[in-house]
Every structure is written in structure tokens, then in C-alpha cells.
T-cell receptor
């Protein structure tokens, strides 16, 4: 079946650095992908909609200059957390939808900022 | 705010019994709902979906019921097994297309007693 892959699955970095997370659709093309953030024991909160070949659409309260999204191909979207700080530590999850199918989710990236 | 929510944060069920997880929504115009299962450290996994032109849909060991009058849906899991332990989310697909963004409810943690 359709698979969405994220890389890395886990990353630790120092405060102030930037971190890039990749989301790939492995056996289908996705003009739209979605990025979510999930804090411990909480639900998934939609951050932004990633659009292939155009600017991402951010949800209210999400800083677009902080969370840079690039969707350069039909199978890859990247989320870059710029100048990361401890409060950015979270579980980041992406999703994409094959044609006429529900959203499929990646297995997430656990980001820890020291 | 979120348009989808859950009645209870946790549910404990005896192995072999049926589980019922409830969800309320507020937008009467909502017409596509999805149930996801999330195991620890993983992304959400699609279980079953239902559109507003239906009031019941069945899958393997799972049934979703939709009551549009009271804006309520439920997920029933038959003969609950240890592998069913997870957090279950109802989610609203905000659009007719499966490529539309999804808004998640707060989630219910299902635990199984041996």
C-alpha cells in the first residue's frame, strides 16, 4: 500500500541550530502534503499545508519564518525548524494522500533541542 | 478552535470485550470523518472512514456509527485484543477531497486488561 516515509526518525541538536526533516511519498505522487506537530499526550496539531511548486499555507499561530517548508518535487516535502529552541522539541509528523485515498501518515520525527 | 472532540480521554476494556470510543463534532456541515489509531512512537494509522451520506460503516472488527442529528460518531471494536492498545483519534476531513486537510480530535487512550 501507499507509504509515507520521514527522515530522520529522531534528532537531537543544540539550541540555535536549524534542523531539516524530510517527508517522502514512496509509491505515489503528492501535490499536497501536510505537517503536524504533536506534544506528549496531546493530539496532532496541523501546522501547514505543503504545496508542490508553490508557497506553503500556514495555520494561524504558526511562524512561517520559523518553520520553513519546501515542496520541490511531487514526492518530497521538507520542514526546516530554524534557530531551534527547547520549546520546539516535539514530534513532527507529515501526511500525504494518494489519489482517492485517505491521508497516510509518516512515522514521525522526534526532535529534541538541548 | 477544534471542531472535533472526544468524550473521554481514557478507556479500559477487558480483553475479548467490545470497545466503544465516542466523538462529538460541532460543525453540522462536516461530511467526512476518519478514525485513526496511533501506537506509541508512530504516526496515525487509518482505521475506517465515513461520509455524511451514511450512518454506519463496517470494517474488519470495527464499525463506525455517525449520528448527524446529535453530531456524534463512535468507533466500535469487536473482541478487543492486546494489539488494539493505542490512542484513537476521530478526525474531520475539511473538504470533499481526500487531499484536504484533517483536523484531529483530542484522542482516547484504549488500554486492555488481561
Amino acid at each position: 500500500g501507499a507509504v509515507v516515509s520521514q527522515h530522520p526518525s529522531w534528532v537531537i541538536c543544540k539550541s540555535g541550530t536549524s534542523v531539516k526533516i524530510e517527508c517522502r511519498s514512496l509509491d505515489f505522487q503528492a501535490t499536497t502534503m501536510f505537517w503536524y506537530r504533536q506534544f506528549p499526550k496531546q493530539s496532532l496539531m496541523l501546522m501547514a499545508t505543503s504545496n508542490e511548486g508553490s508557497k506553503a499555507t500556514y495555520e494561524q499561530g504558526v511562524e512561517k519564518d520559523k518553520f520553513l517548508i519546501n515542496h520541490a518535487s511531487l514526492t518530497l516535502s521538507t520542514l526546516t525548524v530554524t534557530s531551534a529552541h527547547p520549546e520546539d522539541s516535539s514530534f513532527y509528523i507529515c501526511s500525504a494522500s494518494p489519489l482517492n485515498q485517505p491521508q497516510h501518515f509518516g512515522d514521525g520525527t522526534r526532535l529534541s533541542i538541548l | 478552535g477544534e471542531s472535533v472532540g472526544l468524550h473521554l480521554p481514557t478507556l479500559s476494556v477487558q480483553e475479548g470485550d467490545n470497545s466503544i470510543i465516542n466523538c462529538a463534532y460541532s460543525n453540522s456541515a462536516s461530511d467526512y470523518f476518519i478514525w485513526y489509531k496511533q501506537e506509541s512512537g508512530k504516526g496515525p494509522q487509518f482505521i475506517i472512514d465515513i461520509r455524511s451520506n451514511m450512518d454506519k460503516r463496517q470494517g474488519q472488527r470495527v464499525t463506525v456509527l455517525l449520528n448527524k442529528t446529535v453530531k456524534h460518531l463512535s468507533l466500535q471494536i469487536a473482541a478487543t485484543q492486546p494489539g488494539d492498545s493505542a490512542v484513537y483519534f476521530c478526525a474531520e476531513n475539511q473538504g470533499y477531497s481526500s487531499a484536504s486537510k484533517i483536523i484531529f480530535g483530542s484522542g482516547t487512550r484504549l488500554s486492555i486488561r488481561p
